[in-house]
C-alpha cells in the first residue's frame, strides 16, 4: 500500500472519530509502516528523534489507537508496542525474542495460515466458540541474541 493510500484511509478513519490527521500522527504512521515489527513509545521516540515531544507522541498513540489506526501488544513486562491494525497492514504474527524483547512480523505462507485456520477452528468446536481471528506469537531467541 501506497503512503498516500495509506494516509486516505487514515484520515478518513480520524475524520470518523472526530480526529485530525496532525503531523505527529503522520510521523507515527510513517514510522510504524516502515517498520519490521511493532515499537514501542520509546522506540518511536528514537525513531522519530526530537521532532515530535515525548508528551504529543503519547497523545497520538492514544488517538490512533482510540480510532482503530493502531493496535497496542503487551509484553510480559508490561510495555506496550504499537503498529498498525490489521485493515491497514495485513494479517501476520510475531516472533518474539524472549532476551531483548524485539518483536518481528511474520507472515505465513497461504498453506500455513490455511492450516493455523483450520486448528483455530477446530479449537473453537470443542469449546462451543466461534473464532473469528486468531493471531499468535512464537516465543524464542532471535538470531542477534543467539
Given at each position: 500500500m501506497t503512503t498516500t493510500s495509506l494516509d486516505r484511509k487514515i484520515d478518513t478513519r480520524l475524520k470518523e472519530h472526530d480526529a485530525r490527521y496532525t503531523r505527529g500522527r503522520r510521523l507515527v504512521v510513517t514510522t510504524l509502516a516502515g517498520?519490521?515489527?511493532?515499537?514501542?513509545?520509546?522506540?518511536?521516540h528514537a525513531d522519530i528523534g526530537s521532532t515530535i515531544p515525548l508528551s504529543s507522541l503519547y497523545r497520538s498513540l492514544a488517538v490512533l489507537e482510540e480510532s482503530g489506526v493502531l493496535v497496542p501488544h503487551f509484553t510480559k513486562l508490561g510495555v506496550a508496542r504499537y503498529e498498525l491494525a490489521e485493515w491497514l497492514q495485513g494479517h501476520h504474527h510475531h516472533l518474539v525474542c524472549l532476551h531483548c524483547g524485539a518483536?518481528?512480523?511474520?507472515?505465513?505462507?497461504?498453506?500455513?495460515?490455511?492450516?493455523?485456520?483450520?486448528?483455530?477452528?477446530?479449537?473453537?468446536?470443542?469449546?462451543?466458540?466461534t473464532p473469528v481471528n486468531h493471531a499468535f506469537e512464537i516465543e524464542g531467541i532471535c538470531s542477534r541474541c543467539a
Open positions: 517498520s519490521d515489527g511493532p515499537k514501542s513509545a520509546g522506540e518511536l518483536v518481528e512480523d511474520l507472515a505465513l505462507p497461504q498453506s500455513y495460515e490455511e492450516r493455523v485456520r483450520e486448528l483455530v477452528e477446530e479449537i473453537g468446536s470443542t469449546v462451543s466458540f
